[in-house]
């Protein structure tokens, strides 16, 4: 089968960001950000408007180039590859956009076979395989033949989702794959990417302004502010943070606050989870006093 080579198996990925700083003109946008995206996990990008993540995600694809440090993937140097280096390591990278970005014109199985057509040696019928095999795994299985204006847009985003994994990527970028769908069909994209990501072991990056996946979905989060990363933690720390600036933007609403208060009452009923608390505290304690 020609796709064998794509396949992730037991390896991991990760991203790590070192140092990097971006500005246009005097405008300081990235100050001197280090970070890591983990492999096998949902990583978050969140922040403000004109917090940075934005560009930050299209630094790391290349879409951008930093102006000082780097972006290594799984070691890898990404920063100083050469055009046909970066190309190369772009086929292992999956994109799922905003506008989820389908041809019209194409028909949802000529979508999702685009990245097959550019990148494969595979023959027509391992492709349409494929193809079906991405589209059963999102339940689109029935709307291959339909265009993009036939279906919905929560369909759009998961026919993006199918052709985002169809060559079994070990990365995956998600700019704000819920922007303009209703609630429950953001639970069903969250849920996807997830379990998608968990059952490829792919390191998974989501650029969001949605605080539901940020609670549910939150494997590692990475919170920006004015340019520098404010917070590094998942979604269970952040229930817990003293961190004032990430807490005014998460909770900034009065149902929000009460709904951690809860979480955090939920929380401490589960005694693994009191006594892991316990020693991040003591833990915490102890590098203060080191510092001290």
């Given amino acids: 089968m020609s796709f064998q080579h794509l396949l992730p198996g037991n390896l991991y990925y990760m991203i790590e960001l070192v140092n990097i700083k971006k500005s246009f003109g005097d405008r300081e946008i990235l100050k001197d950000v280090t970070a890591t995206m983990e492999s096998g996990k949902v990583n978050l990008i969140i922040g403000a408007s004109g917090s940075g993540k934005t560009v930050m995600m299209k630094c790391m694809v290349g879409l951008m180039e930093v102006d000082a440090g780097h972006i290594q993937y799984d070691k890898q140097n990404f920063t100083n590859l050469d055009v ?13 956009f905003q506008s989820s970005a389908l041809f019209d014109s194409m028909t949802v ?3 999702v076979m685009f990245p097959l057509d550019m990148f494969s040696m595979g023959t027509l019928r391992e492709k349409k395989k494929r193809v ?12 291959a ?5 036939e279906i919905s847009g929560g369909m759009k985003k998961r026919v993006g989702i199918a052709r985002a994994i169809v060559l079994n990527p070990k990365y995956l970028f998600c700019d704000e794959p819920n922007s303009g769908l209703d609630p429950q069909t953001s639970l069903v994209i969250d849920q996807l990417i997830k379990e998608l ?8 990056v989501i650029n969001t302004h949605d605080m539901n996946t940020v609670m549910e979905s939150g494997d590692h989060i990475v919170y920006m502010f004015q340019g520098q990363k404010q917070w590094e ?8 943070s003293k961190d004032q600036k990430l807490n005014d933007f998460i909770f900034a609403s009065e149902f929000l606050r009460e709904a951690k208060e809860m979480r955090q009452m939920d929380m401490f009923k589960d005694k693994d989870w009191r006594e892991q608390f316990k020693k991040q505290a003591e833990a915490g304690s102890d590098e203060k006093k080191a510092a001290e």
């Fill in 84 to 96: 046909a280096g970066r190309k190369e390591l772009r086929k292992q990278i999956g994109m799922l």
């Fill in 233 to 240: 933690g998942n979604n269970k720390d952040i229930i817990f």
């Fill in 132 to 143: 079906l095999e991405c589209l059963d795994r999102v339940n689109l299985k029935d709307a």
């Fill in 145 to 149: 033949k339909k265009l993009p204006a």
């Fill in 197 to 204: 990501t968990h059952e490829n072991n792919m390191t998974t």
């Fill in 109 to 111: 199985e000529q979508n």
